[in-house]
């Protein structure tokens, strides 16, 4: 036998996988008369303007909805902090977040 | 990733939501969205790409998209995207592959379980040596290793230590490294996934380093030495196969960086007129090391006539670096700046006090200036007048200094380091 011909048996190097908890995503809305819907940027670049481009249209097919721009206060990496969270739980119906890139 | 992460966040709290993503980053957000246990969450693609001065197709982008936003808010959620349970993992298989040496490699780089350079095949017989490294049982959890989350054992880490050429010896050395990429001080995952192609790098401190032969000397950054180089590609190997990584999935390194191939080196501590990097950072002397880093590159550094030992200098190199950095520096440079009396923490409070930047450029940074905030900037900064000047550096531990080198050149090189510029440092000794 040749070195060429030499079998190796490798040991696996990957790591091993975790047993994942599966949740849905929260109901939708029927509707967005009248909700208040926060528009959240993440800081990347461009999200910006594609939340405020989605503000401007839907505030004109849902005037009396309350569209809310927030810019993220903290690195995108980073939580923000938990007196807005507390603002979001008591005054959002449904949210758009951008950027995903 | 992190804007499905924010995503999931508001969905936890019963609000729906939904994230605009751009297409190179589909696989990216569906990974996330799986890791985190919400496969279902609603994104809208839109065409790559959106920043700079691609701004100006955004709205054209949007206006195609419109009525798919408010469908993501409106329509109740299919049965699919409803499903709850648990996704059960997939068990790994103890051997990977059987074959010749060419076979092997052909299978590893095929899956994505490489670097792209050959490896030593991780026979039972090879990692068997590559345990007696360490007291510790091969069973031993370390933790999950972003960005998928793997579990990483001790034995785990020596098969990847055979696959990088490493030597048993190294293996408290190694173990210490997946102890750093597992801390979440690290942040692994953010830095692995960025499009900014950041690269992990590390030092090692201590009597360890000379007991397995790392270069602190002449090319300690570069080729050649056994210890130094396979560690350093071990870092890589690490990200790939206990944490997972993988390009245009999880890792969407743009550009890439030659640095992510790895590397690792010693202080010289010997030749260095201050005192060891990790004395510096709490511990002592007789105890051993390593510190984990993250940087996009370094920059090379000019001289300034007649200026060379001097702060000025390092400043002038230093000014366009933003966040935190790492000064590497060779001893003779090191013994020249000790000699005028100056300390590493002088280093640190003249960066702090002369790079400076203004409002607007803080505001014009490619991070805007709520995301420096966040990373320990005051407030009340945003409340300045466009012209003022400020400070560019967060505080004085924004530099750390590290003395490697063999003597030849008072040279440096500047590392930029994500802050906390002063890395992840682990004890090696506890591997033993």
Same mark, same amino acid.
């Given at each position: 036998m040749t070195v060429d011909e030499i079998i190796y048996s490798c040991l696996e190097p990957r790591g091993n996988m975790k047993d994942i908890k599966l949740s849905p995503p929260s109901p939708r809305l029927g509707?967005?008369?009248g909700k208040t819907i926060y528009f959240v940027d993440?800081?990347?670049?461009g999200a910006e303007v594609i939340l405020k481009t989605a503000m401007k249209l839907l505030q004109k097919d849902f005037p009396d909805a309350k569209l809310v721009y927030h810019p993220k206060?903290?690195?995108?990496?980073r939580p923000e902090p938990q007196n807005w969270w507390r603002e979001l739980e008591e005054n959002a119906d449904a949210a758009v977040v951008a950027v995903g890139d | 990733m992190w804007c499905i992460h924010m995503q999931i966040e508001i969905e936890k709290r019963g609000i729906p939501a939904v994230s605009i993503i751009t297409n190179p980053f589909i696989r990216d957000a569906k990974a996330s969205a799986d890791m985190f246990g919400y496969p279902g969450v609603r994104r809208i693609v839109i065409p790559h790409p959106v920043a700079e001065a691609a701004q100006k197709d955004t709205p054209a982008k949007i206006e195609a998209v419109y009525d798919d936003i408010i469908k993501a808010l409106t329509v109740p959620l299919t049965e699919e995207e409803s499903r709850t349970g648990v996704q059960k993992a997939i068990p790994r298989e103890r051997i990977a592959c059987r074959g010749t040496l060419e076979q092997v490699n052909r299978f590893f780089i095929e899956k994505g379980m490489s670097d792209g350079l050959p490896i030593i095949p991780p026979t039972e017989e090879r990692v068997e040596r590559m345990l007696a490294g360490t007291s510790h049982s091969p069973d031993e959890v370390l933790g999950r290793m972003d960005p998928e989350q793997w579990e990483v054992t001790v034995e785990k880490v020596a098969v990847n230590a055979v696959m990088a050429g490493c030597l048993p010896e190294y293996m408290p050395v190694l173990l210490a490294l997946a102890e750093a990429l597992i801390d979440p001080v690290t942040e692994t995952g953010t830095f692995v996934r960025s499009t900014s192609s950041f690269a992990f790098w590390s030092v090692v401190n201590g009597p360890v380093a000379k007991e397995i032969g790392?270069?602190? #000397?002449?090319?300690?950054? +570069?080729? +050649?030495n056994q210890a130094n180089a396979t560690i350093g590609r071990a870092i890589r190997l690490f990200l790939i196969n206990l944490g997972g990584t993988e390009p245009g999935i999880n890792d969407m390194s743009t550009v890439g960086n030659a640095l992510k191939y790895g590397f690792s080196f010693a202080e010289n501590e010997d030749e260095s007129p201050w005192e060891p990097y990790h004395v510096t950072h709490g511990f002592k002397k007789e105890e051993s090391t390593v510190t984990v880093f993250k940087s996009w590159g370094f920059r090379p550094t000019a001289m300034i006539p007649g200026e060379w030992a001097s702060l000025a200098n390092i400043a002038w190199n230093a #000014?366009?670096?933003? +966040?935190g950095m790492v000064i590497i520096m060779d001893p003779l440079l090191a013994k020249q700046l000790a000699g005028q009396g100056i300390t590493k923490r002088d280093i640190q409070e003249y960066l702090y006090l002369s790079l400076q930047m203004s409002v607007r450029e803080w505001k014009e940074s490619t991070q805007s200036l709520n995301a420096f905030v966040g990373s320990g900037v005051p407030a009340w900064y945003k409340e300045l007048a466009d012209d003022v000047m400020l400070p560019s550096l967060t505080g004085l531990d924004d530099v750390q200094v590290i003395v490697a080198g063999g003597q030849n050149n008072p040279y440096y090189q500047l590392f930029d380091s994500v802050?906390?510029? #002063? +890395?992840t440092i682990v004890s090696v000794d506890k591997w033993r």
């Open positions: 509707d967005l008369k993440n800081g990347k670049n206060t903290t690195p995108y990496t | 790392m270069n602190a #000397k002449n090319n300690a950054l +570069g080729p +050649g #000014k366009m670096t933003r +966040g802050l906390p510029a #002063k +890395g």
